[in-house]
């Protein structure tokens, strides 16, 4: 999880926007977000950031409760 190189691409699907954030295929693959390619290093542009921590946020906080 952190900063995104300048010029990278947002991989969901049909999105073609500079990607900011960078997420683990797994943490991603818990979301609807559908990704080009099986990449295990996942960049997602802003929207697509937002839309998947809405998500995972629950199964975030299960997560979390289970420790
Ligand atoms: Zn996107």
Redesign the pocket.
Same mark, same amino acid.
């Given at each position: 999880m952190g900063k995104v190189d300048k010029g990278v691409?947002?991989?969901?699907k049909d #999105?073609?926007?500079l990607?900011e954030r960078s997420l683990s295929a797994e943490q991603v693959s818990k979301s609807s977000?559908r990704i080009e390619g099986n990449a295990r290093r996942i960049y997602? #542009?802003?929207?697509?950031?937002k839309?998947w921590k809405k998500e995972t946020k629950k199964a975030r906080e299960l997560e979390h409760l289970a420790y």
């Open positions: 691409k947002c991989m969901a #999105c073609g926007n990607a977000i997602l #542009c802003h929207e697509h950031y839309q």
